[in-house]
């Protein structure tokens, strides 16, 4: 029984894995300074070097961009050329 369990652990890890998108992000010298992942909802979320979350950018169904920081304030919105 354990080695099903084991596999099906394994099996869960890959799924999950495999839905999220991660980028790096470097600095000119290579060193990494954040990643950027984003989720089964497509919102961005962007975390530092440490791995502590800074903020979040979500695209809405007008096309609308909101940034919030940490702490869920929103900082800023973008809105792309409607084509």
């Not at 961005?44 to 502590?52: A, C, E, I, Q, V």
């Amino acid at each position: 029984m354990s080695a099903i369990a084991l596999c099906v652990t394994i099996l869960l890890a890959l799924v999950t894995a495999a839905s999220a998108q991660q980028t790096t992000i470097r600095d000119g010298s290579g060193r990494i300074t954040g990643t950027v992942s984003t989720d089964s909802n497509g919102t961005k979320t962007f975390r530092d070097g440490s791995g502590r979350a800074t903020g979040t950018a979500t695209r809405d169904s007008n096309g609308t961009t909101t940034f919030r920081d940490a702490g869920g304030r929103t900082t800023g919105t973008a809105t792309a050329p409607r084509r």
